[in-house]
């Protein structure tokens, strides 16, 4: 029994010598590993201590600049739309009702004053004229017996042959008969004038625009059968807004653009009320013969106001899209080492052509680049190209 125990023993220890090896190898594998680690950190930090002291010079990037010219306010375009309109433009109707005969002319067709356009069937208008013109035979014959008859009867009644009662009677009868004779010639010409108004004319001249009805359709008074847009001369009525009114003088001239053509226009008036549709003053303007607009054809006006706003004006190509709907302009600021670019927000309030107007953190006499803005970030250093303009 007591050498099984020493073996045990034995044993035992043996093991617990073979743990303790094991633990520390795994302590020198460890330490060795944490000495590399901390030497590699010396070296990365032994470099980095070495860039700062020695750092890489960077080149500055060649730039174009311009000195910020600031104003108290700046003059802008405003345009507002309006129509061609004819001078005078039509829907002609006949004054009695009837049947459309015919027509004489077709959409397009170039009418004279005065032409006829279009006829209504005038039958039982001639046939009340031959029925009335009867009348006025009957009436005249009827009229000269008794002018006969009074004539007769005033002589006799002098030697005492007829009584003053028939021959007042007779010379009565032939008065009345001159009325009955006036209200049938009356008859007669209005039958006439009815015959007359059975042919459209043309009022003026013109172009037919558009044939409203055709052939043999029954017409009332007054319903419109063609429509006829004067020749020659055009107007534009043109909407404003009621405070832009005071801008204009009725007798002045403004710019038109008409199909990308600009001409100068007269302007006759300003009408003194407001379209409550479009809540805007109506300017009519007198086109010149040379703009051939159509009628119903958009016209612009194009007028410049005074704007109270201090800023100034920019190139597009200084501007590059910020946040918020801001803007930003990189402007030069002087260092020791030379010009870096410096970030700065503007508000654009007005674009003509290539040109901004804007407002923001640039002061005036400020130096900015003008053009290659999205190649320069903020802090590059740059050289200017071009001296700054003065303001």
């Keep these: 029994m007591e050498e099984v125990s020493n073996t045990e023993s034995v044993k035992g220890e043996g093991f617990a010598d073979s743990r303790r090896r094991s633990s520390r190898k795994t302590t020198l594998v460890a330490l060795g590993v944490a000495a590399g680690i901390t030497a590699l950190l010396t070296l990365a930090l032994h470099g980095r201590v070495s860039m700062d002291e020695e750092p890489v010079a960077r080149a500055p990037i060649p730039v174009s600049v311009a000195s910020f010219a600031t104003q108290d306010s700046y003059r802008r375009e405003v345009s507002f739309l309006g129509l061609v309109r004819a001078g005078r433009k039509s829907d002609l109707g006949f004054e009695v009702p009837g049947s459309v005969a015919s027509l004489q002319v077709t959409e397009g067709s170039t009418v004279a004053a005065g032409e006829v356009l279009a006829r209504l069937d005038t039958a039982q208008l001639e046939a009340r004229r031959e029925a009335v013109a009867a009348d006025l035979q009957r009436v005249t014959a009827e009229l000269e017996l008794a002018r006969i008859k009074a004539k007769r009867q005033r002589d006799l009644q002098a030697t005492g042959a007829v009584s003053e009662e028939a021959f007042d009677e007779t010379r009565l009868q032939a008065r009345a008969l001159e009325a ?212």
């Design 180 to 391: 009955q004779l006036d209200s049938v010639q009356a008859q007669l010409r209005g039958i006439d004038i009815d015959l007359e108004k059975s042919l459209l004319r043309a009022p003026y001249d013109g172009v037919v625009a558009q044939r409203l009805v055709n052939a043999g359709a029954v017409v009332n008074v007054g319903m419109p059968v063609l429509r006829v847009v004067a020749a020659g001369s055009r107007e534009a009525h043109i909407g404003i807004a009621a405070e832009q009114t005071a801008l204009l003088a009725p007798g002045q001239t403004y710019r038109l653009v008409l199909r990308g053509e600009s001409y100068t226009a007269s302007l006759r008036s300003i009408r003194p009320d407001v379209d409550p549709a479009t809540l805007t003053a109506t300017a009519v303007f007198e086109l010149p013969d040379a703009a051939r607009g159509l009628d119903g054809e958009p016209v612009t006006l194009r007028l410049e106001e005074e704007v109270a706003s201090s800023g100034g004006w920019l190139p597009l190509s200084a501007l590059l899209e910020g946040e918020r709907g801001l803007w930003t302009v990189l402007r030069l600021e002087s260092t020791d080492a030379g010009a870096v670019s410096v970030r700065e927000a503007v508000e654009v309030l007005d674009v003509r052509g290539s040109q901004a107007f804007v407002r923001g953190s640039l002061a005036a006499g400020q130096t900015y680049i003008t053009d290659g803005v999205h190649r320069v970030a903020p802090g590059t250093p740059v050289e200017p190209l071009d001296l700054p303009q003065e303001s």
